[in-house]
């Protein structure tokens, strides 16, 4: 990919660009917790986006997609960022980073990446990351890695319309390789976590849909949680976020909340203990009771939190239905997207050709299969 991009950079531009790299993510447990402040346990994967980089002494910024072999250009002076278009994570970041005061000059920039489309991976974190670094890293800017991931939550509030969590950007920067990050989003600081898994892989299937509300939906869940925790303070004042309560409130909660909003609150509460027990069974290597745990989230999310879809279920069933998987879930914000699953390496090629198999007779659709391998978080290659 480096020396492709490269090359494409000189045939456009006529010079040899600076190279930056920021991977997708997996996120091991702990969905839909981010946005209260409470506790996920993503990593950085080895695909990702790479965006080479240059000056151009103007005031414009050029820009060609090797996905979308497109150009767009935009002056700096005016920049309005669109959602749905690519260019926008340019644009975003661009914006941010001159708000705050770094002077932003005219670059030319090309863009190409490996993360399957619509994987759940989340590319468009690793792009604005990747851009925030390479801007940063042209201009000698030295922007911490924490305001770059700020950065890029930002502008995917504003730009494209989501509000998100911080943990995409975050495991985006701050990978490490072989680790998980136990990341806590209220002081937005991490612990990593070896990931040794034996004789074990992670194997994401890839369900090939995305429901078109999936964006609305996730907006309308983190309103719901909100709305509870308004409801809740006048019982429990100390409260800021749902991460403020335990499961042996739950009972209490339950009698305050109404019964559209409670399942959701119990998710998010229950979801956080389950990443502190996830990260300590892959302490101690106890597989299974980590595999139980991921079991449970899925439940958690299809039943209670309502992000699932048939698809998913489908996987997740199926997947937790095989001796040789110890757990399987759904991944990422919901509604389409992967599973991910810790399936016995030696039973890898089974595994594809049972769930293959399957959910080509449930769906008529063929899923993907990607084998996760833990990497390093953004760099300047
Ligand atoms: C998406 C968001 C994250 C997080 C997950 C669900 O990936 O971008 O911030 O909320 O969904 O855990």
Not at 26 to 41: K, P, R
Not at 147 to 175: R, T, W
Not at 240 to 257: A, G, I, P
């Amino acid at each position: 990919m480096l020396t492709q991009l490269t090359k494409t950079f000189q045939s456009y531009f006529a010079t040899t660009p600076l190279v930056a790299f920021a991977p997708g993510r997996i996120n091991l447990i702990g969905e839909h917790t981010d946005y209260q402040e409470g506790f996920v346990f993503p990593a950085a994967v080895s695909q990702g986006i790479w965006v080479g980089i240059q000056k151009n002494g103007l005031t414009v910024c050029r820009l060609h997609s090797m996905d979308f072999e497109q150009e767009f250009s935009f002056e700096l002076d005016f920049i309005s960022p669109k959602n749905g278009h690519w260019a926008t994570y340019v644009m975003g970041m661009c914006a941010l980073m001159k708000q705050s005061g770094y002077e932003v000059n005219g670059f030319d920039m090309v863009i190409g990446g490996n993360i399957p489309v619509g994987s759940g991976l989340s590319s468009s974190a690793a792009l604005s990351v990747a851009i925030g670094t390479a801007i940063s890293g042209l201009f000698e800017f030295q922007i911490p890695k924490k305001n770059i991931v700020l950065y890029a939550q930002k502008s995917e509030h504003l730009y494209a319309g989501v509000k998100c969590g911080i943990m995409d950007p975050y495991a985006s920067a701050f990978g490490a390789k072989g680790k998980a990050l136990l990341l806590d989003c209220r002081s937005n600081t991490h612990q990593e976590i070896s990931v040794n898994l034996g004789e074990y892989s992670l194997m994401l299937v890839n369900s090939k849909v995305k429901h078109s509300l999936a964006d609305s939906a996730y907006n309308k869940r983190r309103e719901a949680c909100e709305e509870s925790v308004r409801i809740l303070q006048a019982e429990f004042p100390q409260i800021h976020t749902l991460r403020d309560l335990k499961n042996s409130e739950l009972e209490k909660v339950e009698k305050l909340l109404p019964p559209t909003l409670f399942p959701k609150a119990k998710h998010v509460i229950t979801e956080c203990n389950r990443v502190h027990d996830a990260a300590g069974a892959l302490q101690t290597g106890d597989l299974k009771s980590f595999g139980k745990l991921l079991n449970a989230s899925h439940q958690s999310l299809s039943i209670d939190f309502e992000v699932s879809c048939p698809e998913l279920d489908f996987l997740a069933e199926k997947a937790q239905s095989l001796e040789f998987v110890l757990g399987s879930r759904m991944m990422g914000g919901g509604f389409g997207g992967c599973t991910i699953n810790l399936v016995k390496t030696s039973e890898l090629e089974q595994f594809q050709f049972i769930i293959n198999s399957s959910y080509q007779q449930a769906f008529q659709k063929t899923p993907e299969f990607i084998l996760v391998e833990i990497d390093e978080g953004a760099r300047i290659l």
